[in-house]
């Protein structure tokens, strides 16, 4: 047998050797597992009597293996199975799937992550402290480390590690061991691995820093990013062995070193944490419970020792109720929920909720491994379900009322803004559930654009259970003598939900409802009226659209997040949260400066228009009061009114007979008419079989009407046959809902089109260009009801003038051509002044006294800006309380403190506080005083020669953006005005088939309505 000799020189080389080397090409073979024997194979059906039926352990287990079994307790997947899913009663053994054990492939990747989240990253959070210490955050060069002592006495290995760094390859020789690991030595010269333990590839941290706050501004993409590093570098001279050999490698090690960095601020926080709880600041600033602070305290050290779940503390975990919102919302706006005060008279909060069905994820065979972000905004799963299940078990058939107890808008008008919006139809697929897996997101957000909380929604439409869920979560983490501005699509919906079937019971009396104002076109004048921010009390000008801006913001992330893992897609939301908080953070004090400023602007146009009603405040208010009384109440019942709809519906009869006479006798004289065109004369005799029929009907049903009336009726009936002013109020009636509603759907349809226009490519501009034509097309059709109903008003005022009009009628207003497809709030388009209020009341002011409404309008806005006033002081205390309360915590942390590198992070996070103050401060300048506001946390001179560090162009800049925003901008930033509403790029939507054809349905059924149009 041939024996391969080796030289002596080379035995004893080999022999003393120290250590091991393994290159990063190196195959090391590996022992193979052993294979299953009989006995530890898997039982795939639990028959009734106790048997266990298995299959020969080398086959694989079947895709859709199912077995019988009873119902686990205590699982989450199984407990989702209704009786409506299993077809099996709850006593019987339910059919559930038995999933298939994971690949090996599968199980490597989970052993993996499991390692780089228990064994890796916590141990490099210190090593990591003290690199951005010694190089002064990645400033200097990093210093050449000296060998690290061994201590554990193991036998150490060689391992050649390639290093990718901007601008060159290199190689690089460590020895490892159980106390020497690579990763800690890695990150010891500025590099992070690519693998946990045996890493074949590390990276420059300051490319991965680069990278990571790159994929923070754009689309994640690491195939990109990878490729073009390779080509650069190749063009430098450097080649990497292999087929791709950075993409896998360079995307690990990006991953995982975003990992570490928010491990990292999730580390400093939890020692500020535990400083902030076992610190008295004052009797006024921190009341914090001390069983709540012993729970924190407990909680920050665990997380230390084992990777953060996808849940949060309770505060209801705690004896006593809360005394201040939780740390969780005093960290997620400072504005709304970092003061030690709330306002007495005022909601506590206002918050906002929608949801964006462009946020999707397909449906995927495997979810890849779990990996939470330390500091999440998703609302647990759990939560959900809990909530979904709720909602299906206590929600029966509706049944038939005017009202609901509690509620001061009918039903009839609810059914109303149900039908109009997507969103309240949670029947409705608005994402199939056959492609995605994840089907939309809903978040709860502040009024200063801060997410507060995400729910991740798997449903095909938007129901209930979603917005219940956050909202109970938001009332968990608030004292219970707080009270909350709800603002959302379908608020009036949602509050009807609530009182009806007694959702959110504990917290419904301390929740205030009201729609969202760029939404509120879709909603009726009489819901408009109680649920509108700028009709109804305590919202100010709160515009309850900063989920659309939000959504606006992450939709670079769309296309990223339709194909990542689910895991990794939350990860990345997460991870852009956390970003928007800390850009936005730095513009809050912007952010008051232009909302007063904007305040200032539009009492001042109130006050005007309260001065020209030449009436006092209380009258105006009280006038008010009385038109929602009037406008709000529920539709009179037919029994009630039984004469005065017979004689409607036979004055109607009567134009319809009317109607069909006269297009009779055109045909018969087209017929008739020998010099007739054939095609005109085939299409009269066509048509007027079928319109004689029309008309025998119409005289028989008008016969029956009239025959049906009484004495008194047929009186009425040859008065109202015979006035040319109430035939002119009917048909201005009928053109004026006609139009309304033509109006709504344009407006929905045009804001559909305007956020698919914003992401069309090339390709698409022609489709949608075409759309824009549909749209268009039917624009003059709606103008001509305009001018339809106009010329009714104006016969009606003529009528009026000449006393041919019944005793104290009022004629309606004429609708401005003008700015006709705007829908706001205060366009005569949503008031029916005059056209069905009984004749024989005198009109209150309200309704006939133009200086009234105007002043009306004047009031309402006036209250806003003063409501809003009141809520901007708060704000600015609350800002200055939570500035001096993290300044002091900060502080008095460093002096118990002496680790450096945990000592330089709390140095930046001084540094940090020192310049947002100075930030704030000085963008709030401009806002008057009243003398009683608390002081910022840091002294004069620590301010001062920050100011002087920043330089005068960084903070002039800020207040010239305030400055230049009044003029022109002001309206936008309040809220109200829609007119540039389809220039603002809301949450984007596809355009789809769908769409294309109801629009060209659409265009086909104008041209027959035209038609018709005179004949109203």
Request: contains cysteine; proline residues 5%.
């Amino acid at each position: 047998m041939f024996r391969p000799r080796i030289r002596k020189e080379k035995r004893q080389r080999l022999s003393s050797s120290p250590a091991k080397e393994v290159s990063d090409y190196t195959f090391i073979p590996v022992s193979s597992p052993k294979r299953p024997s009989a006995r530890d194979a898997q039982p795939i059906i639990f028959a009734a009597d106790g048997q266990k039926f298995t299959q020969h352990s080398r086959l694989p287990l079947p895709v859709g293996q199912i077995g019988l079994r009873d119902r686990p307790k205590g699982e989450l997947e199984n407990s989702r199975m209704s009786k409506s899913d299993t077809g099996q009663d709850n006593g019987s053994p339910s059919i559930l799937p038995l999933e298939s054990a994971p690949s090996r492939h599968q199980q490597k990747k989970l052993n993996q992550v499991n390692t780089w989240m228990t064994s890796v990253i916590p141990r490099l959070i210190k090593p990591y402290m003290r690199l951005l210490q010694e190089t002064q955050n990645l400033r200097l060069e990093v210093c050449s480390a000296s060998e690290i002592t061994c201590t554990c006495l193991n036998r150490s290995t060689m391992l050649s590690v390639l290093v990718v760094r901007f601008h060159k390859l290199e190689r690089i020789r460590l020895n490892i061991c159980v106390c020497r690991p690579v990763a800690a030595q890695l990150v010891g010269l500025g590099l992070f691995p690519c693998a946990p333990l045996q890493p074949s590839l590390a990276v420059d941290i300051r490319l991965l820093n680069f990278v990571s706050r790159l994929f923070l501004k754009i689309s994640p993409n690491n195939t990109a990013i990878s490729n073009t590093l390779d080509e650069f570098l190749q063009a430098q001279g450097y080649q990497m062995k292999g087929e791709d050999p950075l993409r896998r490698r360079f995307g690990s090690a990006l991953q995982w070193f975003n990992s570490l960095l928010h491990a990292t601020t999730q580390f400093v926080d939890s020692i500020v944490a535990v400083t902030r709880d076992s610190l008295n600041v004052s009797d006024d600033t921190l009341d914090v419970q001390s069983n709540e602070s012993a729970s924190e305290s407990h909680s920050s050290e665990e997380d230390e020792s084992e990777p953060r779940k996808r849940t949060r503390p309770d505060p209801d975990s705690a004896s006593l109720p809360l005394t201040r919102p939780s740390e969780y919302l005093r960290a997620r706006c400072p504005l709304c929920f970092g003061g030690s005060s709330t306002m007495s008279k005022e909601l506590s909060a206002i918050v906002c909720l929608d949801a964006c069905f462009t946020q999707k994820h397909n449906k995927q065979k495997y979810r890849d491994p779990p990996r939470e972000h330390p500091k999440t905004v998703f609302i647990p799963e759990d939560d959900v379900v809990i909530w979904e299940a709720f909602v299906a078990e206590v929600r029966p058939p509706r049944p038939a009322k005017d009202f609901e107890d509690g509620l001061k808008v009918p039903n009839a008008i609810l059914d109303e803004c149900e039908r109009s919006f997507t969103a309240a139809d949670g029947s409705r697929e608005k994402a199939s559930t056959q492609f995605f897996d994840s089907t939309a997101l809903m978040g709860l957000l502040c009024r200063h654009d801060r997410v507060l909380w995400l729910v991740n929604m798997t449903t095909p439409g938007e129901r209930q259970h979603y917005a219940l869920a956050l909202l109970d979560m938001l009332f968990k983490h608030i004292p219970l003598f707080w009270t909350v501005g709800v603002l959302y699509d379908v608020a009036c919906t949602l509050d009807r939900s609530c009182v009806k079937w007694g959702f959110l019971a504990d917290y419904l009396d301390r929740i205030s409802f009201a729609i969202s104002v760029f939404h509120a076109y879709g909603h009726g004048w009489a819901c408009q009226c109680v649920y509108h921010p700028r009709k109804c009390k305590g919202f100010g000008l709160s515009d309850g659209e900063g989920c659309e801006r939000f959504w606006h913001s992450i939709s670079k992330l769309i296309a990223y997040l339709r194909v990542c893992g689910h895991h990794t897609r939350l990860y990345t939301l997460d991870s852009q949260v956390q970003h928007l908080d800390n850009e936005g953070l730095m513009g809050l004090g912007k952010w008051i400066a232009r909302k007063w400023h904007s305040a200032e602007v539009k009492r001042a146009e109130g006050d005007r228009d309260v001065k020209e009603s030449e009436e006092s405040p209380d009258f105006l208010r009280q006038q008010w009061a009385a038109q929602v009384a009037a406008q709000t109440k529920p539709p009179p019942r037919q029994s009630k009114n039984a004469g005065k709809k017979a004689v409607e519906e036979a004055v109607r009869l009567q134009k319809v007979r009317d109607s069909l006479t006269e297009r009779i006798a055109k045909l018969e004289d087209v017929i008739c008419d020998v010099d007739a065109d054939p095609v005109d004369y085939a299409g009269a005799e066509d048509r007027l079989p079928g319109l004689k029929q029309q008309l025998d009907s119409c005289k028989s049903k008008l016969s029956r009407a009239e025959r049906a009336l009484g004495v008194q009726n047929q009186l009425h009936y040859r008065h109202l046959a015979n006035s040319a002013y109430i035939n002119h109020r009917i048909n201005a009636r009928a053109l004026k809902i006609r139009l309304r509603e033509r109006l709504c759907a344009r407006k929905f349809e045009r804001t559909r089109i305007e956020r698919a226009a914003r992401r069309q490519q090339y390709n698409e501009r022609k489709i949608q260009g075409q759309t824009e034509d549909s749209v268009k097309r039917r624009d003059p059709g709606i103008q001509k009801l305009a001018r339809s109903y106009n010329k009714h008003v104006s016969d009606m005022r003529e009528l009026i003038r000449l006393h041919r009009a019944p005793r104290h009628a009022v004629a309606p207003q004429p609708i401005p051509t003008k700015g006709l497809f705007n829908l706001d709030i205060d366009d005569v388009i949503w008031e029916d002044v005059g056209l069905d209020e009984d004749d024989e009341e005198v009109p209150p002011p309200w309704m006939c006294d133009d200086k009234v409404k105007k002043g009306i309008r004047g009031i309402l806005i006036r209250d806003r800006c003063d409501e809003d006033f009141r809520r901007l002081r708060h704000e600015l205390c609350s800002m200055r309380e939570w500035m001096a309360e993290e300044w002091k915590v900060v502080t008095e942390t460093i002096e118990l403190l002496e680790e450096n590198g945990l000592l330089h992070q709390l140095h930046e996070r001084r540094e940090h506080l020192l310049r947002l103050c100075v930030i704030w401060s000085h963008a709030l300048h401009s806002i008057p005083s009243d003398g009683r506001l608390p002081a910022w946390g840091p002294s004069k001179d620590e301010l001062t020669a920050v100011e002087r560090e920043l330089g005068a162009e960084i903070l002039d800049e800020g207040e010239s953006d305030v400055n230049e925003l009044v003029p022109e901008e002001l309206e936008w930033v309040a809220g109200e005005t829609d007119e540039d509403e389809d220039e603002f790029d809301f949450d984007e939507d596809e355009l789809d088939v769908g769409l294309l054809e109801h629009m060209s349905a659409m265009a086909v059924v104008d041209t027959e309505d035209s038609e018709l149009d005179d004949f109203v």
